[in-house]
């Protein structure tokens, strides 16, 4: 599975981005997930999706903020930001994880066995 995202960017802060992640490869019950990883700091959860799409799950510090979404037939994942704010300024990752079930989601950074090369997101105050 190869993952690469798009769509990164220069914005103020109160404005939107829609980063995507193609994957190419046999996807199937692989979970999505998207990271974040600011300058100095670990890398940490932003949202994640199971592949039926039915399930997601996200940071505190994004919730009603942020979308996770996906496409199965094209097998692309989305992630829309709203209401951006300095402190998401980031280098983004998308990620997938092998599941035994479509509907699970998956959380933790350990636990994804795929990345993409991430995407710069820069929230300008």
């Known amino acids: 599975v190869q993952l690469a995202e798009s769509g990164g960017g220069l914005v103020q802060a109160g404005g939107s981005l829609r980063l995507s992640c193609a994957a190419s490869?046999?996807?199937?019950?692989?979970?999505m997930g998207w990271f974040r990883q600011a300058a100095g700091k670990e890398r940490e959860f932003v949202a994640a999706?199971?592949?039926?799409?039915?399930?997601?799950d996200y940071a505190d510090s994004v919730k009603g903020r942020f979308t996770i979404s996906r496409d199965i037939a094209k097998n692309t994942v989305y992630l829309q930001m709203n209401s951006l704010k300095p402190e998401d300024t980031a280098v983004y990752y998308c990620a997938a994880a092998k599941t035994l079930l479509t509907i699970v989601v998956v959380t933790t950074v350990g636990e994804y066995d795929y990345w993409g090369q991430g995407t710069q997101v820069t929230v300008s105050s």
């Open positions: 490869g046999r996807t199937f019950s692989y979970a």
């Open positions: 999706i199971s592949w039926s799409g039915g399930n997601t």
